[in-house]
């Protein structure tokens, strides 16, 4: 069984721009999560879909915004580039709420 | 302070030593308990989950998580080089926010010949 996949694995950016990750969970996996990794701040939750709804959200301002698709896959969106913003951008997946959740190798951003 | 709180090592252990690895947390809210394992450019990869107290074992990895004294651990025994990775505790509160999980930072394990 396919794992978590995200696309793309590496994405280079300028201030200001905005970029869009792509996430497909694990086949039967209803439920998607996002976070984001840096070395700083660890691990920390950005939003959770189910059912194309986004069902809880992390303390990210509004930059930072996601969708998920009737066939589950999920992506995330980030709009006006920020240095801060250059980590690695983590999708999990788990078959429903309250799952244990499966992560993805996850999407490296910089931000030059 | 934060939350969840684990101490970041490095730890460095001989092959075949028994690890243990442990978090701390504050908010009584937490129910489910997860170990995942993070090797360098890869993802979290998910060794234990349990819900409340109690302990729990797989294979070499036992989990225990003591919520009278907000305490989670991972034993690892008969360690290997390939266990050398980050290990990072997570946990959620029950019901609607359950898939939030908050995370430690990470210990960094070294398992040498």
């Known amino acids: 069984k396919a794992g978590v996949t995200q696309t793309p694995r590496y994405l280079i950016k300028t201030r200001g721009q905005q970029v869009t990750l792509s996430c497909s969970p694990i086949s039967g996996h209803r439920s998607v999560s996002w976070y984001q990794q840096t070395p700083g701040q660890g691990l920390q939750f950005l939003f959770e879909?189910?059912?194309?709804?986004?069902?809880n959200k992390g303390n990210f301002p509004g930059r930072f915004s996601g969708r998920q698709f009737s066939n589950s896959r999920s992506e995330m969106n980030v709009s006006t580039l920020e240095l801060g913003d250059s980590a690695l951008y983590l999708c999990a997946s788990s078959p429903d709420l309250n799952q244990p959740q499966h992560f993805g190798d996850g999407t490296r951003l910089s931000i030059l | 302070q934060k939350e969840v709180e684990q101490d970041p090592g490095p730890l460095s252990v001989p092959e075949g030593a028994i690890v243990s690895l442990n978090c701390t947390y504050s908010n009584s809210a937490f129910q489910y308990f997860m170990w995942y394992r993070q090797y360098s450019r890869k993802g979290p990869e998910l060794l234990m989950y349990t819900y409340s107290s109690g302990n729990k074992e797989d294979g070499r990895f036992t989990a225990q998580v003591d919520k009278s004294s907000k305490y989670i651990s991972l034993f690892i025994r008969d360690s290997q080089p390939s266990d050398s990775a980050t290990y990072l505790c997570?946990?959620?509160?029950?019901?609607?926010?359950?898939?939030?999980?908050?995370f430690g930072t990470g210990t960094r394990l070294q398992v040498t010949l």
């Open positions: 997570a946990m959620s509160a029950s019901s609607g926010t359950a898939s939030k999980l908050t």
């Open positions: 879909y189910f059912s194309e709804t986004q069902r």
